[in-house]
Protein backbone atom coordinates (compact mmCIF):
# COMPACT_ATOMS: atom_id res chain seq x y z
CA UNK A 1 0.00 0.00 0.00
CA UNK A 2 1.89 3.56 -0.91
CA UNK A 3 1.58 5.69 2.10
CA UNK A 4 0.88 9.24 1.95
CA UNK A 5 2.83 12.41 3.37
CA UNK A 6 0.67 11.94 6.50
CA UNK A 7 3.88 10.78 8.88
CA UNK A 8 4.63 13.74 11.71
CA UNK A 9 1.58 15.25 13.62
CA UNK A 10 3.55 18.19 14.50
CA UNK A 11 1.24 21.08 16.59
CA UNK A 12 0.44 20.39 20.10
CA UNK A 13 -0.57 16.57 20.16
CA UNK A 14 1.73 15.60 23.19
CA UNK A 15 3.56 12.28 22.66
CA UNK A 16 2.35 9.29 24.25
CA UNK A 17 3.35 8.20 27.99
CA UNK A 18 6.03 5.48 27.79
CA UNK A 19 3.05 3.61 30.28
CA UNK A 20 1.14 3.25 27.02
CA UNK A 21 4.21 2.62 24.66
CA UNK A 22 4.95 -0.42 26.38
CA UNK A 23 1.59 -1.66 26.09
CA UNK A 24 1.83 -5.39 24.28
CA UNK A 25 -1.30 -4.22 22.71
CA UNK A 26 -0.18 -1.13 21.39
CA UNK A 27 -0.64 -1.71 17.11
CA UNK A 28 2.89 -1.29 15.53
CA UNK A 29 3.19 2.31 13.88
CA UNK A 30 5.26 0.50 10.85
CA UNK A 31 2.27 -1.27 8.82
CA UNK A 32 3.53 -4.89 10.33
CA UNK A 33 0.32 -5.60 12.41
CA UNK A 34 -0.88 -9.09 12.13
CA UNK A 35 -3.78 -10.77 13.55
CA UNK A 36 -1.76 -13.71 14.42
CA UNK A 37 0.38 -11.80 17.07
CA UNK A 38 -2.88 -10.78 18.84
CA UNK A 39 -4.64 -13.34 21.04
CA UNK A 40 -8.71 -12.94 22.04
CA UNK A 41 -7.67 -13.71 25.42
CA UNK A 42 -4.55 -12.68 27.93
CA UNK A 43 -2.24 -15.37 28.87
CA UNK A 44 -2.06 -16.63 32.66
CA UNK A 45 0.51 -14.36 33.43
CA UNK A 46 -1.56 -11.04 32.49
CA UNK A 47 -4.58 -12.25 34.96
CA UNK A 48 -4.69 -11.10 38.06
CA UNK A 49 -7.90 -12.48 39.38
CA UNK A 50 -11.41 -11.24 39.45
CA UNK A 51 -11.37 -9.52 42.55
CA UNK A 52 -8.42 -8.06 42.01
CA UNK A 53 -8.80 -6.76 38.10
CA UNK A 54 -12.46 -5.27 39.59
CA UNK A 55 -10.24 -3.28 42.50
CA UNK A 56 -7.80 -2.23 40.35
CA UNK A 57 -10.53 -0.93 37.68
CA UNK A 58 -12.06 0.79 40.21
CA UNK A 59 -9.26 3.05 41.48
CA UNK A 60 -8.16 3.70 37.77
CA UNK A 61 -12.02 5.01 36.95
CA UNK A 62 -11.43 6.94 40.03
CA UNK A 63 -8.50 8.24 38.56
CA UNK A 64 -9.59 8.84 34.95
CA UNK A 65 -12.92 10.75 37.02
CA UNK A 66 -10.41 13.16 38.34
CA UNK A 67 -7.97 13.84 35.94
CA UNK A 68 -11.54 14.79 33.72
CA UNK A 69 -12.03 17.72 35.53
CA UNK A 70 -8.29 18.98 35.25
CA UNK A 71 -8.44 18.42 31.63
CA UNK A 72 -12.17 20.60 31.69
CA UNK A 73 -10.33 23.10 33.40
CA UNK A 74 -7.35 22.93 31.43
CA UNK A 75 -9.46 23.39 28.31
CA UNK A 76 -7.25 23.15 25.86
CA UNK A 77 -7.14 19.13 24.94
CA UNK A 78 -9.69 17.15 23.78
CA UNK A 79 -9.61 13.53 24.02
CA UNK A 80 -11.52 11.01 21.81
CA UNK A 81 -11.61 7.36 22.62
CA UNK A 82 -12.99 5.09 19.62
CA UNK A 83 -14.54 1.86 19.89
CA UNK A 84 -14.23 -1.11 17.20
CA UNK A 85 -15.49 -4.19 17.22
CA UNK A 86 -17.11 -7.63 16.10
CA UNK A 87 -20.83 -7.79 18.16
CA UNK A 88 -20.82 -9.15 21.10
CA UNK A 89 -17.44 -8.06 22.16
CA UNK A 90 -18.27 -5.83 24.68
CA UNK A 91 -18.32 -2.47 23.51
CA UNK A 92 -20.74 -0.59 25.38
CA UNK A 93 -19.94 -2.48 28.82
CA UNK A 94 -16.60 -1.38 28.59
CA UNK A 95 -17.73 2.10 28.34
CA UNK A 96 -20.43 2.13 30.84
CA UNK A 97 -17.60 0.83 33.01
CA UNK A 98 -14.51 2.56 31.91
CA UNK A 99 -15.80 5.36 32.02
CA UNK A 100 -18.84 4.99 34.96
CA UNK A 101 -16.99 8.00 37.15
CA UNK A 102 -16.66 10.35 34.82
CA UNK A 103 -18.96 13.98 35.27
CA UNK A 104 -21.65 13.33 32.27
CA UNK A 105 -20.85 16.95 31.55
CA UNK A 106 -17.56 16.47 30.49
CA UNK A 107 -18.40 13.15 28.51
CA UNK A 108 -20.20 12.12 26.00
CA UNK A 109 -20.59 9.10 23.97
CA UNK A 110 -22.03 8.90 20.32
CA UNK A 111 -23.07 5.38 18.64
CA UNK A 112 -23.14 5.21 14.90
CA UNK A 113 -25.64 3.08 13.31
CA UNK A 114 -26.39 2.87 9.56
CA UNK A 115 -25.99 6.13 7.68
CA UNK A 116 -29.03 7.70 7.55
CA UNK A 117 -30.30 10.31 4.11
CA UNK A 118 -28.80 13.05 5.24
CA UNK A 119 -25.51 11.66 5.91
CA UNK A 120 -25.26 10.21 2.96
CA UNK A 121 -25.05 13.31 1.32
CA UNK A 122 -21.69 14.20 2.38
CA UNK A 123 -18.35 12.52 2.57
CA UNK A 124 -18.18 9.79 4.40
CA UNK A 125 -16.00 12.00 7.57
CA UNK A 126 -19.05 14.30 7.65
CA UNK A 127 -21.12 12.70 10.23
CA UNK A 128 -18.93 11.89 12.98
CA UNK A 129 -16.74 15.36 12.86
CA UNK A 130 -19.90 17.14 13.69
CA UNK A 131 -19.52 15.46 16.96
CA UNK A 132 -15.97 15.48 18.16
CA UNK A 133 -15.59 16.30 21.71
CA UNK A 134 -14.67 19.87 22.29
CA UNK A 135 -11.71 20.86 24.31
CA UNK A 136 -11.75 19.60 28.06
CA UNK A 137 -14.17 17.16 27.11
CA UNK A 138 -13.99 13.18 26.76
CA UNK A 139 -15.73 12.23 23.69
CA UNK A 140 -16.29 8.04 22.75
CA UNK A 141 -17.19 6.98 19.26
CA UNK A 142 -18.73 3.58 19.67
CA UNK A 143 -18.22 2.53 16.06
CA UNK A 144 -17.06 5.35 14.09
CA UNK A 145 -16.03 6.52 10.61
CA UNK A 146 -13.95 3.12 10.49
CA UNK A 147 -17.26 1.91 9.78
CA UNK A 148 -16.80 2.66 5.72
CA UNK A 149 -13.66 0.90 6.06
CA UNK A 150 -14.64 -2.32 7.68
CA UNK A 151 -18.47 -3.57 6.96
CA UNK A 152 -18.62 -1.39 3.92
CA UNK A 153 -15.31 -3.03 2.75
CA UNK A 154 -17.21 -6.27 3.51
CA UNK A 155 -20.39 -5.30 1.29
CA UNK A 156 -18.60 -3.01 -0.95
CA UNK A 157 -22.62 -3.27 -2.51
CA UNK A 158 -23.35 -0.50 0.00
CA UNK A 159 -21.04 2.03 -1.65
CA UNK A 160 -23.98 2.50 -4.41
CA UNK A 161 -25.81 4.15 -1.39
CA UNK A 162 -23.02 6.33 -0.98
CA UNK A 163 -23.94 8.56 -4.20
CA UNK A 164 -20.04 9.32 -5.79
CA UNK A 165 -19.14 10.25 -8.25
CA UNK A 166 -17.58 7.67 -10.05
CA UNK A 167 -18.18 4.13 -8.53
CA UNK A 168 -15.12 1.64 -8.21
CA UNK A 169 -15.50 -1.77 -9.08
CA UNK A 170 -13.12 -5.05 -9.47
CA UNK A 171 -9.88 -3.94 -9.38
CA UNK A 172 -10.68 -0.25 -8.51
CA UNK A 173 -11.57 -1.20 -5.08
CA UNK A 174 -8.08 -2.27 -3.68
CA UNK A 175 -7.22 1.54 -4.68
CA UNK A 176 -10.61 2.90 -3.72
CA UNK A 177 -9.49 1.68 0.10
CA UNK A 178 -6.41 2.72 0.11
CA UNK A 179 -7.42 6.15 -0.41
CA UNK A 180 -10.49 6.03 2.49
CA UNK A 181 -7.34 4.44 4.71
CA UNK A 182 -5.39 7.80 3.22
CA UNK A 183 -8.11 9.91 4.69
CA UNK A 184 -8.30 8.78 7.72
CA UNK A 185 -4.82 8.98 8.87
CA UNK A 186 -4.88 12.45 7.73
CA UNK A 187 -7.95 13.24 9.51
CA UNK A 188 -6.65 11.80 12.70
CA UNK A 189 -3.27 13.74 12.24
CA UNK A 190 -5.40 16.96 11.62
CA UNK A 191 -6.91 16.31 14.65
CA UNK A 192 -3.88 15.47 16.57
CA UNK A 193 -2.36 18.84 15.54
CA UNK A 194 -5.43 20.78 16.96
CA UNK A 195 -5.18 19.18 20.36
CA UNK A 196 -7.66 16.24 20.07
CA UNK A 197 -5.91 13.12 21.74
CA UNK A 198 -7.16 10.02 19.81
CA UNK A 199 -6.98 6.32 21.15
CA UNK A 200 -8.23 3.79 19.33
CA UNK A 201 -9.54 0.39 20.53
CA UNK A 202 -10.33 -2.72 19.15
CA UNK A 203 -11.73 -5.12 21.37
CA UNK A 204 -10.62 -8.43 19.71
CA UNK A 205 -13.15 -11.47 21.07
CA UNK A 206 -13.02 -14.88 18.65
CA UNK A 207 -15.77 -16.08 16.52
CA UNK A 208 -16.04 -18.80 19.67
CA UNK A 209 -16.84 -16.39 22.55
CA UNK A 210 -19.00 -14.79 20.09
CA UNK A 211 -21.05 -17.52 19.68
CA UNK A 212 -21.02 -18.37 23.55
CA UNK A 213 -22.43 -14.91 24.13
CA UNK A 214 -25.07 -14.96 21.42
CA UNK A 215 -26.20 -17.91 22.99
CA UNK A 216 -26.47 -16.15 26.52
CA UNK A 217 -28.69 -13.63 24.68
CA UNK A 218 -30.66 -16.20 23.44
CA UNK A 219 -30.86 -17.82 26.92
CA UNK A 220 -31.97 -15.12 28.95
CA UNK A 221 -35.00 -13.20 28.50
CA UNK A 222 -33.80 -9.90 29.25
CA UNK A 223 -31.18 -10.08 26.81
CA UNK A 224 -33.37 -10.54 24.09
CA UNK A 225 -33.66 -7.25 22.79
CA UNK A 226 -29.69 -7.11 22.31
CA UNK A 227 -30.11 -10.29 19.36
CA UNK A 228 -30.45 -9.90 16.22
CA UNK A 229 -30.79 -12.05 13.36
CA UNK A 230 -27.98 -10.23 11.35
CA UNK A 231 -25.63 -10.52 13.93
CA UNK A 232 -25.41 -13.93 13.13
CA UNK A 233 -25.59 -14.29 9.48
CA UNK A 234 -22.78 -11.73 9.76
CA UNK A 235 -20.32 -15.02 11.26
CA UNK A 236 -20.71 -16.33 7.50
CA UNK A 237 -18.26 -13.07 6.77
CA UNK A 238 -15.64 -13.67 9.37
CA UNK A 239 -12.84 -14.42 7.37
CA UNK A 240 -13.65 -10.64 5.16
CA UNK A 241 -14.37 -8.77 8.37
CA UNK A 242 -10.87 -10.20 10.13
CA UNK A 243 -9.11 -8.81 6.82
CA UNK A 244 -10.63 -5.79 7.28
CA UNK A 245 -10.03 -4.86 10.29
CA UNK A 246 -5.97 -6.28 9.91
CA UNK A 247 -5.93 -3.71 7.22
CA UNK A 248 -7.07 -0.95 8.73
CA UNK A 249 -5.30 -1.14 12.06
CA UNK A 250 -2.22 -1.85 10.34
CA UNK A 251 -3.01 1.15 7.94
CA UNK A 252 -3.96 3.46 10.69
CA UNK A 253 -2.16 3.13 13.79
CA UNK A 254 0.15 5.78 14.10
CA UNK A 255 2.22 7.85 16.75
CA UNK A 256 -0.52 10.41 17.17
CA UNK A 257 -3.70 8.04 16.76
CA UNK A 258 -2.61 4.51 18.18
CA UNK A 259 -4.67 1.10 17.54
CA UNK A 260 -4.67 -1.15 20.58
CA UNK A 261 -5.64 -4.84 20.17
CA UNK A 262 -7.26 -5.61 23.22
CA UNK A 263 -8.09 -9.10 23.65
CA UNK A 264 -11.55 -9.11 24.50
CA UNK A 265 -12.43 -12.91 25.90
CA UNK A 266 -12.34 -11.65 29.14
CA UNK A 267 -14.17 -9.11 29.74
CA UNK A 268 -12.79 -8.04 32.96
CA UNK A 269 -9.36 -8.04 32.03
CA UNK A 270 -10.51 -5.92 28.48
CA UNK A 271 -12.04 -3.52 30.50
CA UNK A 272 -9.01 -3.33 32.91
CA UNK A 273 -6.41 -2.65 29.98
CA UNK A 274 -8.98 -0.47 28.35
CA UNK A 275 -9.14 1.74 31.64
CA UNK A 276 -4.97 1.65 32.29
CA UNK A 277 -4.37 2.62 28.83
CA UNK A 278 -7.06 5.89 29.10
CA UNK A 279 -5.66 6.77 32.35
CA UNK A 280 -1.84 6.49 31.86
CA UNK A 281 -2.63 8.75 28.57
CA UNK A 282 -4.35 11.62 30.76
CA UNK A 283 -1.51 11.48 33.55
CA UNK A 284 0.71 12.21 30.41
CA UNK A 285 -0.77 15.18 29.54
CA UNK A 286 0.28 18.59 31.02
CA UNK A 287 -2.98 19.80 32.21
CA UNK A 288 -3.16 21.51 35.63
CA UNK A 289 -5.98 23.67 36.89
CA UNK A 290 -5.76 27.20 35.86
CA UNK A 291 -3.59 29.64 38.32
CA UNK A 292 -5.67 32.31 38.96
CA UNK A 293 -3.88 35.91 38.63
CA UNK A 294 -2.94 38.14 41.69
CA UNK A 295 -5.11 41.00 41.20
CA UNK A 296 -8.18 38.42 40.48
CA UNK A 297 -7.15 36.71 44.08
CA UNK A 298 -7.09 40.19 45.91
CA UNK A 299 -10.53 40.33 44.69
CA UNK A 300 -11.29 36.95 45.61
CA UNK A 301 -9.92 37.94 49.07
CA UNK A 302 -12.27 40.90 49.01
CA UNK A 303 -15.69 38.84 48.49
CA UNK A 304 -14.47 36.15 51.38
CA UNK A 305 -14.36 39.20 53.35
CA UNK A 306 -17.85 40.40 52.21
CA UNK A 307 -19.39 37.06 52.88
CA UNK A 308 -17.46 36.46 56.17
CA UNK A 309 -18.62 40.03 57.92
CA UNK A 310 -22.54 38.81 56.25
CA UNK A 311 -22.54 35.78 58.42
CA UNK A 312 -21.29 37.88 61.33
CA UNK A 313 -23.96 40.08 60.72
CA UNK A 314 -26.54 37.35 60.92
CA UNK A 315 -26.64 37.08 56.94
CA UNK A 316 -29.04 40.11 56.99
CA UNK A 317 -26.84 41.96 53.96
CA UNK A 318 -26.94 45.01 56.56
Known amino acids: ?37 HATAPDD ?43 AAGKDGTIRKVLSGVNP ?30 RGQIGVFNRSYYEEVLIV ?18 DELAQFWDQRLESIRCHERHLARCGTVV ?18 RLDEPEKHWKFSVRDVEERQHWPAYMHAYEQALRHTSRPWAPWFAIP ?11 ARIVLATLESLDVSYPVVAPETRM ?6 QLLEDDFDDGGSGA
Request: proline share 6%; with cysteine.
Open 153 to 170: RVHPELLVHQKLPHLPEG
Open 105 to 134: AGCHVKSFKQPNAKELDHDFLWRTTGLLPE
Open 299 to 304: RHEEMR
Open 45 to 87: SETAGRKRLKKELEEMVRRIADLQRVLYADDRYAVLLVFQAMD
Open 199 to 216: LKFWLNVSLEEQRRRFLS
Open 1 to 37: MPEDQCHEPGGAAPALAAAVLDSPYLVPFDGSFTLAD
Open 264 to 274: ADDKRFMRREV
